[in-house]
């Protein structure tokens, strides 16, 4: 590489850990928001949020940006693994970026900062009527920046690639016509097994304090590091990171629920260790934090499901939460708390949906998205089709709006196209933790001794310090051997759930 070559790729650097700290300055006054900002605030954020992403959006698409990828991409001859992946991931951000004009990306920061404040009430007043006008402006915000992006089959595909590299909503609507159908059928031997689960050990009534404190403790064991992050409460549970010394997490705690706040920490844990594990040649670089959304969500529904409602898991933590809950809990048995904790039943709520059901609210998410899009619903229509949607796919119907449209942060967020790589999460979570299991054949004694360390350095080895080094699909071959397969999640859900409901497995 000739001198001039190096000088622009460190520029080019240089730019990008510019742009990493403005993106994880944007993401704190998020997080205030969330956490702790009162309610007057709002304008100012919004303001505030709109002049940054201005700046982040100038620094981006700077003709010098575009000059230095140019010369490095001319004669990039031999770059390291990291440097060209960071080169692809610049290139792929300005192409993006260089689209979308300066005062869209203004209005849209402005509109999403607003509409969480009015989702926020509308939700607490079960009221979509509150909602409609802010998200129908974010919504055609949305469109805007699909026609700026561009894509080649619908609009959906421009905005789904900013979360998932690669991913078509073609591709997408084939791997839910499955994931339904096989959910279906589970569904249905679930419904006639020989023994059906009791979940009201979890539904007693759990002190908010000692529930903190467990989730904390549990927390600590699996390896979230509280030097280098700090749990808050919030009406959403979420997980923001400022680098891989300061990565936060939220929850929500229920007084009649012990599962709500513990298995949402380990959600939200299982994001945050991803963060924290981000390796040092990386770090502080437009790849250095979690490669997609879907790999993401892999590592949270691994901890939080694979894990944390794994019966091993109870044969451990259950001595421990008696000594919380004494009263609550001096029936119960692991056999009994293993099974609660995987009752499946069709629910209102998304994020404390059974893993069985948690694919058809993912299902039903696209579905509505898609037509919202293609504009063949309107905005005031939702909550009809909200709820006849989930009439047909679960067999249930929201009562209000709060357990139905209105009970995801997303939309008003402006994050739309997003919902899918939650089921991907599922898909790469089964078949990491089969590949895992492979690794390591003691892996549940040694989560029922606590020792939770091992499955944490596979993750770090394999997924977490590589960043965005390696394109999702790529990852996963690396860790695992395989290109994303959805057989490891029907196989994971078949023998986990015949194992609860007590019918053969095949
Ligand atoms: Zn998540």
Same mark, same amino acid.
């Given at each position: 590489?000739? /001198? *001039?070559?190096? +000088?622009?790729? %460190?520029? =080019? !650097? &240089? $730019?990008?850990? @510019?742009?990493?700290? #403005?993106?994880?300055?944007?993401?704190?006054?998020?997080?205030?928001?969330?956490?702790?900002?009162?309610?007057?605030?709002?304008?100012?954020?919004?303001?505030?949020?709109?002049?940054?992403?201005?700046?982040?959006?100038?620094? /981006? *698409?700077?003709? +010098?940006?575009? %000059?230095? =990828? !140019? &010369? $490095?991409?001319? @004669?990039?001859?031999? #770059?390291?693994?990291?440097?060209?992946?960071?080169?692809?991931?610049?290139?792929?951000?300005?192409?993006?970026?260089?689209?979308?004009?300066?005062?869209?990306?203004?209005?849209?920061?402005?509109?999403?900062?607003?509409?969480?404040? *009015?989702?926020? +009430?509308?939700?607490?007043?079960?009221?979509?009527?509150?909602?409609?006008?802010?998200?129908?402006?974010?919504?055609?915000?949305?469109?805007?920046?699909?026609?700026?992006?561009?894509?080649?089959?619908?609009?959906?595909?421009?905005?789904l690639?900013e979360y998932e590299p690669?991913m078509?909503?073609?591709?997408?609507?084939?791997?839910?016509?499955?994931?339904?159908?096989?959910?279906?059928?589970?569904?249905?031997?679930?419904?006639?097994?020989?023994?059906?689960?009791?979940?009201?050990?979890?539904?007693?009534?759990?002190?908010?304090?000692?529930?903190?404190?467990?989730?904390?403790?549990?927390?600590?064991?699996?390896?979230?590091?509280?030097?280098?992050?700090?749990?808050?409460?919030?009406?959403?549970?979420?997980?923001?990171?400022?680098?891989?010394?300061?990565?936060?997490?939220?929850?929500?705690?229920?007084?009649?629920?012990?599962?709500?706040?513990?298995?949402?920490?380990?959600?939200?844990?299982?994001h945050?260790?991803?963060?924290?594990?981000?390796?040092?040649?990386?770090?502080?670089?437009?790849?250095?934090?979690g490669v997609s959304l879907g790999v993401h969500e892999s590592?949270?529904?691994?901890?939080?499901?694979?894990?944390?409602?794994?019966?091993?898991?109870?044969?451990?933590?259950?001595?421990?939460?008696?000594?919380?809950?004494?009263?609550?809990?001096?029936?119960?048995?692991?056999?009994?708390?293993?099974?609660?904790?995987?009752?499946?039943?069709?629910?209102?709520?998304?994020?404390?949906?059974?893993?069985?059901?948690?694919?058809?609210?993912?299902?039903?998410?696209?579905?509505?998205?898609?037509?919202?899009?293609?504009?063949?619903?309107?905005?005031?229509?939702?909550?009809?089709?909200?709820?006849?949607?989930?009439?047909?796919?679960?067999?249930?119907?929201?009562?209000?709006?709060?357990?139905?449209?209105?009970?995801?942060?997303?939309?008003?967020?402006?994050l739309?196209g997003y919902f899918p790589t939650y089921?991907l999460g599922?898909?790469?979570?089964?078949?990491?933790?089969?590949?895992?299991?492979?690794?390591?054949?003691?892996?549940?004694?040694?989560?029922?001794?606590?020792?939770?360390?091992?499955?944490?350095?596979?993750?770090?080895?394999?997924?977490?310090?590589?960043?965005?080094?390696?394109?999702p699909?790529?990852?996963?071959?690396?860790?695992?051997?395989?290109?994303?397969?959805?057989?490891?999640?029907?196989?994971?859900?078949?023998?986990?759930?015949?194992?609860?409901?007590?019918?053969?497995?095949?």
């Open positions: 590489m000739t /001198l *001039t070559t190096t +000088r622009a790729l %460190d520029e =080019l !650097k &240089q $730019v990008s850990a @510019e742009l990493f700290d #403005l993106g994880r300055i944007a993401e704190l006054l998020e997080w205030d928001q969330e956490t702790m900002m009162p309610p007057k605030g709002v304008p100012w954020r919004a303001e505030q949020l709109a002049t940054l992403k201005g700046i982040l959006h100038e620094r /981006l *698409t700077a003709p +010098r940006v575009g %000059d230095l =990828l !140019k &010369q $490095v991409e001319d @004669e990039g001859g031999q #770059l390291s693994d990291v440097d060209a992946a960071i080169v692809r991931e610049m290139r792929r951000a300005y192409d993006r970026e260089v689209k979308l004009p300066a005062e869209l990306v203004r209005e849209l920061a402005r509109a999403t900062s607003e509409a969480l404040a *009015t989702w926020r +009430r509308a939700r607490a007043e079960a009221s979509f009527a509150l909602f409609a006008d802010d998200l129908a402006r974010v919504v055609e915000l949305k469109r805007q920046v699909a026609e700026h992006v561009g894509y080649r089959a619908e609009p959906y595909d421009a905005l690639d690669g078509t909503a073609a591709e997408l609507e084939t791997m839910f016509a499955n994931l339904r159908a096989e959910t279906v059928a589970l569904l249905d031997e679930i419904r006639r097994a020989p023994r059906q689960v009791d979940r009201s050990v979890f539904e007693r009534e759990y002190d908010l304090d000692a529930q903190w404190r467990f989730g904390q403790e549990v927390l600590r064991w699996i390896g979230y590091d509280f030097e280098a992050g700090r749990q808050d409460k919030s009406t959403h549970p979420f997980c923001t990171h400022f680098g891989t010394g300061d990565v936060r997490i939220t929850t929500r705690l229920h007084p009649r629920d012990l599962g709500q706040a513990l298995f949402g920490s380990m959600h939200e844990g299982g945050a260790m991803y963060e924290q594990g981000i390796g040092p040649s990386v770090q502080r670089s437009v790849i250095g934090s590592q949270s529904r691994l901890w939080e499901n694979c894990v944390g409602r794994s019966r091993a898991f109870w044969e451990y933590a259950l001595p421990r939460a008696r000594e919380l809950f004494p009263s609550q809990l001096a029936d119960a048995d692991v056999d009994t708390v293993w099974r609660a904790a995987n009752k499946v039943e069709p629910s209102f709520i998304r994020v404390e949906a059974d893993e069985v059901t948690y694919n058809l609210h993912i299902a039903l998410r696209f579905e509505v998205e898609r037509k919202i899009l293609r504009r063949e619903v309107e905005t005031k229509d939702l909550p009809t089709l909200w709820n006849e949607s989930m009439t047909q796919m679960l067999g249930i119907t929201p009562a209000n709006d709060a357990e139905g449209v209105l009970q995801d942060i997303h939309w008003a967020s402006g739309v089921s599922n898909l790469y979570a089964a078949q990491i933790w089969a590949a895992i299991g492979r690794d390591l054949p003691d892996r549940d004694a040694r989560i029922a001794a606590g020792d939770f360390g091992p499955i944490l350095a596979w993750l770090r080895d394999r997924i977490h310090q590589h960043g965005g080094t390696y394109l699909a790529d990852l996963i071959e690396r860790a695992t051997g395989e290109r994303p397969n959805a057989r490891y999640l029907s196989a994971y859900l078949r023998a986990k759930y015949a194992a609860v409901y007590g019918f053969a497995a095949s």
